[in-house]
């Protein structure tokens, strides 16, 4: 008998193989050097291989990790403080993320990374200044990282309205070199767990020049580019007064949409400039909550998908989504796109469930390594306890109902298990390599100082939310 690693039974396994969910019953997994390496009749694996580790995981059915493609964890200290607003970057976010700092925006990011592992995220696509921190953090919990520091040439002050941003070269270059720092220091770092990713932050923000500049570093480097695409009427704006056409238009024109990008968002894309994006071999990331409550607006993914995209799903940030739960985003993805083509069949369970597994890693690189489970493939994947109120009852016969379950029903704490490179990291409510108790405490220390901090500009913007709290609406 082949001694291996970890040998995994289960009466369900979803490997998201094919064109469906790839259904498996009757099989176990196999697993030796992080990787899968059979999976087959259960007796047949029984036979074969003794494990080191033997997962009994019946009354569980077994998904790859999700993904979750785009996030802001920094922000997860300002949590509940900006949505419901217009204007949500100046009125709702400005007055708090204005005084929050460095040791504060730390303590957010490992929130809001403990929140998405327990709802069963295995892959983290931050996308930060801190992400030397991120990356450290990651490596010590287990989980894979696909993270970018970001770029950023214009200036950062007020605006008048109308006025064109203005770009500080030198600034530019500070910041490139920070993300070409990071690269060097954590690119597959952590047994190859974590990835560089290089991230303008969008097309109204770096001159042409610094754009094509970091594209050639990361085509060099055979990495991606992550950066927010056409993402709202502002941008579009900006792009139109300084170049004298759209977004997607200008992008295309200068050589940018191709395979090494990860087009963020597209909120104020049409459908057509959808499909160019996706024609090109770019990928796109969707973040329905966070765009639906910061813009109310569904971005074109399904153009996208239609044109043969690959599109990844993300929770983008704590204050304007408000969390950071890939099941959550399933199913806004599918109810939101149900609701704008008045059409429930336009996004099943099956399709928003491949964007956070297989699709998802499609669209940001690595879906050569995870996003399904084969053989040669990493040993990322999740087990949903199949007891859980909201998970019951299964139907296994003549239909089964698992995969909607999961999507419409669940809220995350159905995940029991979670394994990434064949190590757990999660189980029965715990996160294994990290102190949970000492991170939750030391958030709680932050909102009264950062509250006593914002106050002033709080009220003199006087947004939505500080109407609320004066008209006892919060
Ligand atoms: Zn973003």
Same mark, same amino acid.
């Given at each position: ?16 193989t094919?064109?469906?969910?790839g ?16 999976? @087959? ?6 036979? @074969?291989?003794?494990?080191e ?5 019946? *009354?569980? %059915?077994?998904?790859p ?16 403080? %900006?949505?419901?607003? $217009?204007?949500?970057? =100046? ?5 708090? $993320?204005?005084?929050?700092t @460095? ?12 929140? %998405?592992i327990?709802a069963g ?6 996308? @930060? ?6 990356s450290?953090?990651?490596d010590?919990?287990?989980a894979?990282?696909?993270?970018t ?12 309205p109308g006025?064109?941003?203005? &770009?500080?070269?030198?600034k ?6 920070? %993300? ?18 290089? *991230? ?21 480097r ?14 579009t ?6 170049y ?27 459908? +057509?400039?959808?499909?160019v ?24 993914s ?5 044109a ?7 929770s983008?940030?704590a ?21 704008k ?9 099956y ?15 690595? *879906? ?15 087990a949903?306890d ?15 109902? =698992? ?12 995940v &029991?298990?979670?394994?990434?490179? *064949?190590?757990?990291?999660?189980r029965?409510?715990?996160?294994? $390599? ?17 509250? +006593?901090?914002?106050?002033? +500009?709080?009220?003199e ?6 109407? &609320? ?6």
């Amino acid at each position: 008998m082949k001694k291996i690693d970890m040998i995994v039974k289960s009466d369900h396994f979803y490997t998201m193989t094919g064109e469906g969910v790839g259904y498996k019953t009757g099989v176990a997994m196999a697993i030796d050097k992080g990787r899968i390496i059979a999976m @087959e009749n259960e007796s047949e694996i029984l036979g @074969e291989y003794s494990a080191e580790e033997m997962l009994d995981l019946k *009354g569980k %059915a077994i998904f790859p990790g999700f993904i979750d493609a785009h996030m802001h964890t920094g922000y997860g200290i300002m949590r509940g403080l %900006a949505q419901d607003t $217009n204007f949500w970057m =100046m009125y709702g976010l400005g007055p708090f $993320n204005n005084v929050v700092t @460095e040791e504060e925006r730390n303590s957010g990011s490992k929130l809001a990374i403990i929140e %998405a592992i327990k709802a069963g995220t295995t892959t983290l696509g931050d996308y @930060e200044y801190n992400m030397d921190i991120v990356s450290s953090f990651i490596d010590k919990l287990g989980a894979r990282g696909n993270l970018t520091q970001l770029i950023r040439e214009a200036v950062e002050r007020v605006y008048a309205p109308g006025e064109i941003y203005e &770009f500080n070269p030198e600034k530019g270059e500070k910041s490139l070199q920070e %993300a070409l720092d990071l690269y060097d220091k954590w690119h597959n770092k952590a047994d190859g767990r974590i990835k560089i990713l290089f *991230g303008p932050q969008g097309a109204d923000f770096l001159s042409e020049e610094l754009l094509l500049k970091i594209q050639r570093i990361a085509k060099e480097r055979n990495t991606k580019i992550h950066m927010h695409t056409q993402q709202g009427d502002r941008e579009t704006y900006q792009v139109v007064k300084r170049y004298g056409k759209r977004p997607v238009a200008y992008l295309k024109d200068i050589g940018y949409l191709d395979e090494t990008l990860m087009a963020v968002h597209l909120t104020d894309a049409n459908d +057509e400039e959808a499909k160019v994006v996706a024609r090109s071999g770019a990928s796109m990331i969707l973040c329905p909550g966070s765009i639906g409550i910061i813009d109310g607006i569904v971005p074109p993914s399904v153009a996208f998908q239609e044109a043969g995209g690959n599109v990844a799903l993300g929770s983008d940030q704590a204050p304007g989504n408000n969390c950071h739960n890939i099941i959550n985003e399933m199913k806004l993805a599918a109810l939101f796109n149900k609701i704008k083509y008045q059409n429930p069949e336009i996004m099943p369970a099956y399709k928003a469930l491949r964007m956070a597994t297989i699709e998802g890693a499609r669209a940001i690189g690595l *879906g050569d390594d995870i996003g399904s489970l084969e053989v040669g493939k990493k040993a990322d994947f999740i087990a949903i306890d199949l007891r859980k109120p909201s998970m019951l009852p299964i139907y296994t016969k003549p239909m089964r109902n =698992m995969v909607p379950n999961l999507v419409y029903s669940a809220r995350g704490d159905e995940v &029991f298990l979670s394994v990434v490179d *064949g190590k757990i990291i999660y189980r029965d409510g715990k996160i294994l $390599n990290i102190d949970e108790d000492e991170i939750i405490n030391h958030v709680s220390r932050y909102p009264e100082s950062i509250g +006593e901090r914002a106050s002033k +500009e709080f009220f003199e913007i006087n947004g939505t939310n500080a109407i &609320f709290m004066k008209e006892e609406k919060l």
